[in-house]
């Protein structure tokens, strides 16, 4: 009795003050605690977590085939080829062919018939070996001159077809026996796969395609199809053959229009199956461009070298005007190489300060004149001439130092 009263007790103290929440805070703040003890213990577990993360997304692929990635995988033989256009251009083109010389066809069957009924049922000797060869000599030769000019044409279309997709490519790499492709369960990933879920819909969808234009085309003849127990055994035949033929070029048309589509689905899973990381676009740049490390320490070399070059230089000039501190430019004057003074050096901050020491070690005048210092380090290069505007200044300079030294120019 006294624990009902005291439940009632409690549970009309609840309803008063909000115990519930004063627990649900009070589980907030253990949690956060706790959350902040875990993070002074482990300092560096957020960071780690961050480079985890970045690492993954280093993995993703989505950066697309630099032109070595692609020139790689065509000499293992891995190009952009649509099966589907091939075949269709090729029946395509068969079909019109036997349409537009359907008269000489059928006029050397006329004459193989001929030949086999006539003229060898009379003649024939199936006792002489001779005989049976010569017979076998002319079937084969009228087989050609009745199907050969379709393998040629088929040939070459096939040929042209594959060169315009593929281009001139010859490679054993896709001869080589590959044991993973003896593997059933890499059997059934690409059976169960979105490239094999893709070679399904698109063989329904041509067998969809084919009957449908064949039932139409069917259904437009139906008249002319039953009139042909009226007609003579040589037209109904005329009749079926061209019909037929129609029917062919129609339904290649349509494969035709896939095969089409089928090439950009296969541009596009060519382009996706090439794709790369940007982890492998900087190891292919560093094999291609090499380290720029290295690159880095080779253009410093070179620049070494020029500014050794350049220094080498400065003992032979005639005069150094400066800036007074941060810009130093050497001036040579020679008439008998050029008609006006050449900048032989110069230097700005610490290059400046090695041209001036080289100039007092060689014995080399400096001069300071801030406005002429500026104007020819931004107007000349190095060999080149002081440009004209500035003769005037640098001719009273170098009359200077040669009065300072008693030298004529052509002996400075």
Same mark, same amino acid.
């Given at each position: ?87 269709? $251009? &090729? =029946? !395509? ?7 537009? %010389?359907? #008269? ?5 069957? @006329? ?26 000599? $002319? &079937? =084969? !030769? ?7 000019? %379709?393998? #040629? ?5 096939? @040929? ?27 059997? &059934? ?70 095969g089409i589509l089928d090439y ?40 070494e070298i020029s500014m050794r ?104």
């Amino acid at each position: 009795m006294k624990w009902s009263v005291l439940w009632k007790f409690w549970a009309e103290e609840c309803d008063v003050f909000p115990v519930k929440e004063w627990v649900k805070q009070l589980k907030s703040i253990c949690f956060h605690k706790r959350r902040q003890l875990f993070l002074r213990q482990n300092k560096d577990w957020s960071v780690r977590m961050d480079l985890q993360h970045f690492a993954t997304g280093e993995g993703e692929k989505t950066e697309k085939a630099t032109p070595k990635k692609k020139q790689d995988a065509r000499k293992k033989g891995q190009v952009l080829h649509s099966k589907e256009i091939s075949s269709a $251009l &090729i =029946l !395509l083109i068969v079909f019109l062919s036997i349409k537009l %010389l359907g #008269g000489y066809m059928a006029g050397e069957m @006329v004459a193989f018939i001929n030949m086999c009924f006539n003229d060898l049922a009379c003649s024939f000797d199936s006792q002489s070996i001779s005989e049976v060869l010569r017979l076998l000599g $002319l &079937i =084969l !030769l009228q087989l050609l001159k009745l199907v050969g000019p %379709l393998f #040629g044409i088929a040939l070459v279309i096939g @040929v042209v077809a594959s060169f315009a997709q593929v281009g001139s490519l010859f490679t054993l790499e896709t001869l080589k026996p590959k044991f993973s492709n003896l593997n059933p369960f890499n059997g &059934i990933k690409r059976i169960f796969s979105i490239r094999g879920l893709t070679e399904l819909i698109k063989a329904l969808l041509k067998i969809i395609v084919v009957g449908l234009v064949a039932w139409r085309s069917l259904r437009a003849e139906e008249n002319n199809i039953v009139k042909l127990m009226e007609q003579d055994l040589a037209v109904g035949a005329s009749y079926i053959m061209t019909t037929s033929i129609d029917i062919a070029i129609k339904i290649c048309v349509i494969m035709v229009i896939i095969g089409i589509l089928d090439y950009g689905y296969q541009w596009w899973q060519y382009e996706k199956d090439l794709k790369m990381t940007k982890q492998e676009v900087k190891e292919e740049y560093k094999e291609i461009e090499g380290n720029p490390e290295i690159k880095q320490k080779i253009k410093q070399k070179q620049r070494e070298i020029s500014m050794r070059k350049m220094l080498s230089e400065v003992p032979k000039a005639d005069v150094v005007i400066t800036n007074p501190t941060h810009l130093a430019i050497a001036v040579r004057y020679d008439p008998q190489k050029a008609p006006a003074p050449i900048v032989v050096a110069k230097g700005q901050d610490y290059l400046a300060q090695r041209i001036r020491d080289v100039a007092k070690a060689s014995g080399v005048e400096t001069v300071e004149n801030k406005p002429l210092a500026q104007a020819l380090f931004k107007a000349a290069e190095i060999g080149q001439q002081v440009p004209p505007e500035l003769y005037q200044a640098v001719a009273e300079i170098l009359a200077f130092v040669y009065h300072l030294k008693g030298k004529l120019p052509a002996q400075a």
